[in-house]
């Protein structure tokens, strides 16, 4: 089975600073990959998913980027953070018909 | 816009009883259906994935299906305390690459 790695597990920026989370993969080949945020109290909000190397789809427009350098590192960025860019943020991904969960990232703007 | 809904809960069982969650789903060429659990503060974890109509068992865990009547289900039997998490439902369509996810129910069982 597949094990997801983020990090960091916490950070706490200040409004405008950038921002960059990455995401590893072990024990899948070719996976697609998701970021997500959830908001506290919200539902997931599907950010970006990528189905190869180099290849982001974009759900929600706004300040945040992603980037897949290589089959199973995804990283999710900003320029300038935003106060309503808090929430947890998780990284995805599927190997066949199942999408498991990467640990998250609790990322709290100031 | 492929809706999925929950009711949001909280639902609350007592200890030993059945915990049922429903979720309904508006793309009738969905394909795949998936539970997961999330205990507060943590990621989702995969609980239960099922495909066909019918139902699907694995331990205390029962997932039910009608395409049909787009509507899916999980059954908990003999809850637990350690239960008491938010359940959501995902359902992935014919089309895309990502799953569509409601925004939970919350259970509680309480000892």
């Known amino acids: 089975s597949q094990t997801i790695h983020q990090w960091p597990a916490t950070l706490v920026q200040p409004v405008g600073s950038p921002l960059s989370l990455e995401c590893t993969v072990e024990?899948?080949?070719?996976?697609?990959l998701y970021w997500y945020r959830q908001a506290a109290g919200r539902g997931l909000q599907l950010l970006f998913y990528?189905?190869?190397?180099?290849?982001i789809s974009s759900e929600v427009p706004q300040n945040l980027s992603a980037s897949r350098p290589q089959d199973r590192q995804f990283i999710l960025s900003s320029k300038k953070l935003l106060l309503s860019d808090s929430g947890f943020y998780l990284c995805?991904?599927?190997?066949?018909?199942?999408?498991?969960f990467g640990p998250g990232t609790r990322l709290l703007v100031l | 816009q492929k809706e999925v809904e929950q009711n949001s809960g909280p639902l609350s069982v007592p200890e030993g009883a059945i915990a049922s969650l429903n979720c309904t789903y508006s793309?009738?060429?969905?394909?795949?259906f998936f539970w997961y659990r999330q205990y507060s503060g943590k990621s989702p974890e995969l609980i239960m994935s099922?495909?066909?109509?019918g139902d699907k068992e694995d331990g205390r865990f029962t997932a039910q299906l009608n395409k049909a009547s787009q509507y899916v289900s999980l059954l908990i039997r003999d809850s637990q305390p350690s239960d008491s998490a938010t359940y959501l439902c995902?359902?992935?369509?014919?089309?895309?690459?990502?799953?569509?996810f409601g925004k939970g129910t919350s259970l509680l069982v309480t000892p």
């Open positions: 995805a991904s599927t190997g066949s018909e199942t999408q498991y």
């Open positions: 995902a359902v992935k369509g014919n089309s895309g690459y990502a799953l569509n």
């Open positions: 099922i495909y066909s109509n």
């Open positions: 793309d009738r060429g969905s394909q795949s």
């Open positions: 024990g899948t080949s070719n996976p697609n």
């Open positions: 990528s189905v190869g190397i180099g290849q």
